[in-house]
């Protein structure tokens, strides 16, 4: 099969590689004229692009994605290990308020790997770059659609400003700015379906070394995130001596505009007490990375219940964007790469039955994490806004049959079996709803929130330090 990958990104290189171990064709259009950089220092320095901020934005690889690159692409993983990423295995994980580390079954699923994101995207690109059947070309958009009429219209091709391609299937990997819908309004198809949520948070992301002849106050696989009464904040450790730090205040939230400039963000971070050991020995080799205007979203080419073309499926950023403080993308896109390859391998004689095939799977693994990222993102505004502005918060309607994400995440450091639990949910091992009514979970933490045990408060920088931070 001939497949066109319209965008470079994660989950388009992903879909490359799967596809032509496959034994398919593809070509890969980046609408960025992407140089190969020649080590990890200036893959970093060349990361940022306006189609894909999240790129230098600091991340979490999930135990998912590292099971499911172990899986279907370990050489790739082995290359990354190879690049001086980590990995975080569940002791390290564990807070001191758990106080029994002995181990259980299942706990070695959960790994995180600490790297940064340009150090993972170096590695794919390379393999991307080295794999038979994978045709990369640079610096060329994907303008419309090829089409044969019907209804719905089938997929043939793609328009770029420089020639017409054809292809047995294409997909777009172009992220969630995709200009899908006018392709297909272009062929005379419906546009495609899409559900939102608002993230409501601003990121401002700087990257750090460890100084010369210092050494870090923690592991070199540390990950500290912290929902403060105010804003969101976090550092991860990443690979060879890196570290990044970011400041997530509400978008609507004016005073942390200021955090943009260096000075400023260093300061904020100043104010919270268990990141100032790691800017003693850190120094910053970055500006600040902005990015903002996120929401969580969900499309569909199935509307009415019917594709509304065939020949073309959406992968990636394309399909889903959830808020980045959890790290779901890689996996939802890793994850929607490998659905879509079995798929191929089993329809690809079939179009409408690919099409139908492929959201089925959308809405059994995809869906769940979407939903769930938008009710907790509610919460979390909801509280942010009462504390920033004084906002009521709306009533939450709590279920005797489950629990919430912010239920679990009160008591989970306080006892060893939630804490898993919440690790499970987190590292996306288990759908939302699976941990959420299970019958165990729901049972401890409703025992626990009626004894009033909960987790330690985290400690929360005075308002007046952080004013003073952002004033300069």
């Not at 391609?165 to 419906?190: F, H, K, M, N, P």
């Not at 500006?287 to 073309?312: E, I, Q």
């Not at 959830?322 to 790469?337: C, E, K, M």
């Not at 025992?447 to 330090?465: F, I, K, R, W, Y």
Request: proline share 8%; aromatic share 6%; with cysteine.
């Amino acid at each position: 099969m001939r497949v066109v990958t319209a965008g470079g990104s994660a989950a388009g290189l992903f879909s490359a590689l799967l596809l032509a171990r496959a034994g398919h064709d593809i070509t890969v259009l980046d609408c960025d004229p992407v140089e190969p950089a020649d080590d990890l220092d200036a893959a970093a320095a060349t990361a940022f692009r306006p189609a894909a901020p999240q790129c230098v934005q600091a991340h979490a690889f999930l135990p998912r994605w590292r099971e499911l690159l172990i899986e279907r692409l370990p050489d790739v993983y082995a290359d990354l290990l190879a690049a001086g990423l980590a990995e975080a295995p569940f002791p390290t994980l564990l807070p001191p308020t758990i106080t029994d580390r002995a181990e259980q079954p299942g706990d070695e699923r959960v790994t995180m790997l600490a790297g940064r994101r340009s150090t993972m995207d170096w590695v794919l690109r390379r393999a991307a770059a080295e794999q038979p059947g994978v045709t990369l070309r640079q610096g060329i958009a994907v303008t419309g659609l090829l089409a044969t009429a019907g209804t719905p219209p089938h997929v043939t091709g793609v328009r770029t400003e420089h020639e017409d391609i054809t292809a047995d299937l294409v997909l777009d990997a172009t992220g969630r700015r995709s200009a899908v819908d006018r392709w297909l309004t272009g062929i005379g198809a419906e546009r495609s379906a899409m559900r939102s949520a608002e993230c409501g948070l601003a990121y401002y992301t700087r990257h750090f070394r460890l100084r010369p002849s210092r050494e870090l106050p923690g592991p070199a696989t540390t990950r500290i995130l912290l929902a403060l009464d105010h804003f969101t904040v976090g550092l991860w450790c990443a690979d060879n001596g890196t570290a990044l730090f970011a400041v997530a205040p509400l978008v609507e939230d004016k005073r942390f505009r200021a955090v943009a400039d260096p000075a400023v963000h260093d300061a904020v971070l100043r104010t919270v007490a268990a990141y100032r050991p790691w800017l003693d020995v850190l120094e910053p080799i970055s500006d600040v990375y902005p990015m903002g205007g996120l929401h969580n979203t969900l499309r569909t080419f199935v509307v009415d219940g019917r594709p509304v073309a065939t020949g073309l499926l959406p992968v990636g950023d394309s399909v889903c964007t959830t808020n980045p403080t959890f790290g779901r993308g890689l996996v939802l896109a890793l994850q929607g790469a490998i659905d879509l390859v079995d798929l191929v391998d089993r329809l690809g004689d079939d179009p409408d039955g690919l099409a139908r095939a492929y959201w089925r799977r959308v809405s059994e693994v995809i869906e769940p994490f979407y939903v769930d990222q938008a009710a907790n993102d509610a919460e979390r505004l909801a509280d942010l806004r009462r504390n920033v502005f004084g906002r009521p918060s709306p009533p939450v309607q709590h279920r005797p049959d489950r629990v919430t994400f912010g239920q679990l995440r009160s008591v989970a450091a306080a006892d060893p079996m939630l804490f898993r639990a919440f690790w499970r949910l987190f590292g996306m091992l288990s759908r939302p709803d699976d941990v959420y009514t299970d019958p165990a979970v729901v049972g401890r933490v409703t025992a626990m929130l009626s004894d009033g045990v909960t987790a330690p408060p985290v400690p929360q920088p005075s308002p007046e330090a952080v004013s003073a931070a952002l004033a300069g």
